[in-house]
């Protein structure tokens, strides 16, 4: 019986693990009885919303990074037949048969014809209703972990069908590092390898307040007609002049979602202004929020500005201190 991990920090994406391991686990594959993936946390750098399509999602362009911020989804073959049991210690309300990654795993099922028991164990470390893809990511870990334990592979197109059935994020969990998104957000490329490597390591300040935020409600209240870039073809030239180095991250950075959040939280709105004054910073919301990040900028002293928070806030909040991948 083998107990086979993933490092955290070094495995991120599908491609980057075979890459590594490929030989490892073909010679040990008889053997592995669970594996432990890790699932990143993500932050919308740029997030442009559009009309209503007539499958009721809207109509996305946003560029996603993934941040060293991540839970741990151990994947081990069970004894009974097509049983899925689920355990998240600490967070019980989400062990059930709605959390997506039993929704993959009843997904992969479909796709495989495997009737092989499936335990499941989420270790939560991303908060929930945040806007930071948790619970994508641990369905898309969910799906690799069971493919890692298969002897029936399923191809990284295969891979990416499942995961736009589970989650419109989903397939951006599929890439290691920053990617572009379109449609409801699973139409995905990988960003400029440049651009890429150029954000990669920036540090990352995530705070959220102690409420979360329910995105069907955050979406009801966006106005299209508040959006700054209505127009496809800026938007596409924009991120393109980003990838290109013609644009500065920070001037890429953008959320449409962030009108409707800061008309109703009017303390985010608030904490924000101070943010931008005192200190010359770009907070953001993440997606429909409730988490909320900026750039931290190269030699910044970050406690003045973590104590500020917590005074507004309170000491009850979710605060760190993270990196991009």
């Known amino acids: 019986m083998v107990d086979w991990s993933i490092e955290p920090i070094q495995f991120f994406g599908i ?3 075979f890459e ?4 490892l686990w073909m010679s040990l594959l008889s053997g592995i009885c669970k594996v432990c993936v890790p699932a990143p946390a993500k932050i919308n ?3 442009s919303v559009s009309e209503k399509r007539a499958d009721n999602f809207h109509e996305l362009r946003t560029v996603l990074a993934k941040v060293q911020l991540h839970d741990l989804v151990t994947v081990r073959k069970a004894k009974e037949k097509g049983s899925t049991t689920i355990s998240c210690p600490g967070n019980i309300e989400i062990a059930n048969e709605h959390n997506l990654a039993v929704q993959m795993v009843n997904h992969w ?4 014809g495997i009737e092989n028991g499936v335990d499941l164990l989420i270790e939560k470390k991303i908060p929930m209703q945040a806007g930071l893809g948790g619970g994508s990511s641990d369905a898309v870990s969910t799906l ?6 298969s002897q029936k592979k399923l191809s990284f197109d295969d891979m990416l069908d499942l995961g736009a059935r589970v989650g419109s994020d989903c397939p951006s969990f ?10 409801r957000g699973e139409q995905i490329r990988e960003v400029k390898p440049d651009a890429n490597k150029k954000i990669s390591g920036n540090r990352v300040l995530l705070f959220k307040p102690s409420c979360g935020f329910s ?8 106005q299209v007609g508040d959006s700054l870039f209505p127009d496809t073809n800026q938007i596409d030239e924009r991120i393109e002049h980003w990838e290109s180095g013609q644009l500065s991250l920070i001037d890429l950075m953008y959320n449409d979602l962030s009108s409707p959040v800061l008309k109703k939280f009017i303390f985010i709105t608030a904490l924000f202004k101070e943010l931008r004054e005192r200190f010359k910073l770009n907070p953001m919301v993440s997606g429909s929020g409730s988490c909320c990040f900026f750039i931290i900028p190269e030699g910044f002293d970050i406690g003045p500005v973590k104590q500020l928070i917590f005074d507004s806030w309170g000491e009850d909040i979710f605060l760190t201190e993270t990196k991009l991948l």
């Open 174 to 183: 599929l890439l290691r590092g920053a990617c572009v998104a379109s449609g």
């Open 15 to 17: 491609a980057h693990f």
């Open 215 to 222: 995105t069907a409600d955050i979406y009801g209240r966006y």
């Open 45 to 47: 750098l740029f997030l």
């Open 144 to 149: 690799i972990g069971l493919n890692l334990l």
């Open 20 to 23: 590594k391991l490929h030989t």
């Open 109 to 112: 099922r479909s796709a495989t």
